[in-house]
């Protein structure tokens, strides 16, 4: 059974960085596209960044240039390594894997002005 667990996340004031990772039991995560979505109160779920097998990765608008995701495939975890972090990145954080529409459990990024 495929499981994603999330760490990472927290309280940071603005300005500040914070690294999320993934890891995915059950399966390889060679086999899927992988991303991280967020949800802030009132929002609806929106995509932050994915990266497909290949390594090709696609960012929102919003967090091109602070935020980085990547993938290791040895320890079968994706990363998402945010910098320079606003107020506006709020939000509960989620892992997703493409191939089985599978969801990690979600993880609080708190930004303080």
């Known amino acids: 059974q495929v499981q994603l667990v999330q760490s990472g996340g927290g309280l940071v004031q603005a300005g500040g960085s914070l690294r999320l990772s993934c890891a995915l039991s059950?399966?390889?995560?060679?086999?899927?596209?992988m991303g991280w979505y967020r949800q802030a109160p009132g929002k609806q779920r929106e995509m932050v960044a994915t990266?497909?097998?290949?390594?090709?990765?696609n960012y929102a608008d919003s967090v091109k240039g602070r935020f980085t995701i990547s993938r290791d495939n040895a320890k079968n975890t994706v990363y998402l390594q945010m910098n320079s972090l606003k107020p506006e990145d709020t939000a509960v954080y989620y892992c997703?894997?493409?191939?089985?529409?599978?969801w990690g459990q979600g993880t609080q990024v708190t930004v303080s002005s």
């Open positions: 059950g399966s390889a995560i060679t086999s899927s596209t």
């Open positions: 997703y894997a493409n191939f089985w529409d599978y």
């Open positions: 990266i497909t097998i290949l390594r090709t990765t």
